[in-house]
């Protein structure tokens, strides 16, 4: 039976300061989050500054200032060649619907011992933890994620998230989603009506959207 899925690598690299050109492709789409001190990119022929803990999608160049700490999440096409960046992850989604897809971007943050239902996503994704300690169950495995570690999520493996440090926790997060959930429709799928009831135990920042 052919695959007729839609192959893409999800993405994330550390941008040194400087200005870094990000590629023209066909359904590329590219997202910045500055972790530390700040950056700028153009938007419709404006230069926008970007902030500490903030983020938004760009395009074209963006400009890091010296001793700010930035990531740029992107999605493209799996055979597309990586950007001259350092990269931190990345990982092969296929995901099972059809195109057009919506790009989303968000952060998520829990407080020490938290914990999430058994759960999926409607989507791939790619996250980073920005800071605290969290343990991650996924599928079969568990793992230890620290502060700067990057993680790829298929959305169809179970998952169970447990913030193990003794500060809250937060990871931003690049989700590929189904159009019909634009416009900041919940991805979340809870394993049963068990998990469902419980609470979710997370605090959500919607940073955006894009096709």
Same mark, same amino acid.
């Given at each position: 039976?052919?695959?007729?899925?839609?192959?893409?690598?999800?993405?994330?690299?550390?941008?040194?300061?400087?200005?870094?050109?990000?590629?023209?492709?066909?359904?590329?789409?590219?997202?910045?989050?500055?972790?530390?001190?700040?950056?700028?990119?153009?938007?419709?022929?404006?230069?926008?500054?970007?902030?500490?803990?903030?983020?938004?999608?760009?395009?074209?160049?963006?400009?890091?200032?010296?001793?700010?700490?930035?990531?740029?999440?992107?999605?493209?096409?799996?055979?597309?060649?990586?950007?001259?960046?350092? $990269?931190?992850?990345?990982? $092969?989604?296929?995901?099972?619907?059809?195109?057009?897809?919506?790009?989303?971007?968000?952060?998520?943050?829990?407080?020490?011992?938290?914990?999430?239902?058994?759960h999926g996503h409607r989507g791939p994704g790619l996250r980073r933890l920005i800071f605290g300690q969290l343990q991650a169950e996924v599928g079969e495995g568990i793992r230890r994620i620290?502060?700067?570690?990057?993680?790829?999520?298929?959305?169809?493996?179970?998952?169970?998230? $447990?913030?193990?440090?003794?500060t809250n926790a937060a990871f931003v997060r690049l989700l590929v989603l189904p159009n019909e959930l634009a416009g900041g429709k919940s991805s979340f799928v809870a394993a049963d009506e068990?998990?469902?009831?419980?609470?979710?135990?997370?605090?959500?920042?919607?940073?955006?959207?894009?096709?």
């Open positions: 039976m052919t695959n007729n899925r839609k192959r893409l690598r999800l993405a994330v690299y550390d941008l040194a300061s400087g200005t870094t050109s990000l590629p023209d492709r066909d359904g590329a789409v590219y997202f910045l989050y500055v972790e530390a001190g700040s950056a700028e990119t153009t938007d419709d022929g404006a230069t926008v500054s970007v902030g500490a803990d903030d983020g938004r999608f760009v395009s074209g160049q963006v400009s890091v200032a010296d001793g700010a700490r930035a990531w740029l999440y992107e999605k493209v096409d799996a055979d597309a060649p990586l950007l001259e960046a350092e $990269i931190a992850l990345a990982d $092969i989604a296929e995901p099972d619907f059809a195109e057009p897809f919506v790009v989303r971007a968000d952060r998520v943050e829990s407080t020490p011992g938290a914990r999430t239902p058994r620290r502060a700067g570690e990057a993680w790829f999520e298929t959305g169809a493996e179970p998952v169970v998230g $447990i913030n193990t440090g003794g068990t998990e469902a009831a419980k609470p979710r135990s997370v605090n959500l920042r919607l940073f955006g959207e894009t096709a």
